[in-house]
């Protein structure tokens, strides 16, 4: 996901977000991480500044992440790292520990994801783009 746009200076009126689209756009993000039967995105933008700061609170260093995440990208393979995590037998403590700290990253992400859509003065584009 492409990081969030500047919100514009003055939208048309046609150009933002109805209320029923906002409604089914928070819908969308719901669904975003619930993985059971619903095709996992690619790749996930995440905020990287979010990330080392939950790294550097649990003692997680770049090299203890997995392959999929890229924490100066700002970005999460989540598809592979889904399937590898299905796939593998086990994980070291330490592992489950930095998997356990992405899913609060993500949940961080979509709740600041739904929060803004549900706040914001958002165009389509915009929110959209969410």
């Known amino acids: 996901m492409p990081p969030n746009p500047p ?22 993000l719901h669904r975003t991480l619930v993985w059971v039967g619903v095709q996992d995105p690619d790749r996930l ?9 939950e790294m550097a609170r649990d003692r997680i260093g770049p090299a203890d992440l997995p392959p999929e995440v890229q924490p100066k990208a700002g970005t999460v393979d989540l598809r592979h790292l889904i399937g590898r995590l299905i796939h593998d037998k086990g994980l070291s403590e330490k592992e489950e520990k930095v998997v356990k700290e992405l899913i609060e990253v993500l949940k961080a992400k979509e709740a600041a994801d739904e929060e803004r859509l549900k706040e914001a003065r958002l165009t389509r584009e915009e929110a959209h783009w969410i």
């Open 45 to 53: 933008e995440i905020d990287a500044d979010l990330l080392k700061e």
């Open 7 to 28: 919100p514009p200076k003055s939208p048309a009126p046609a150009d933002l977000l109805s209320e029923a689209e906002r409604d089914r756009l928070l819908a969308k």
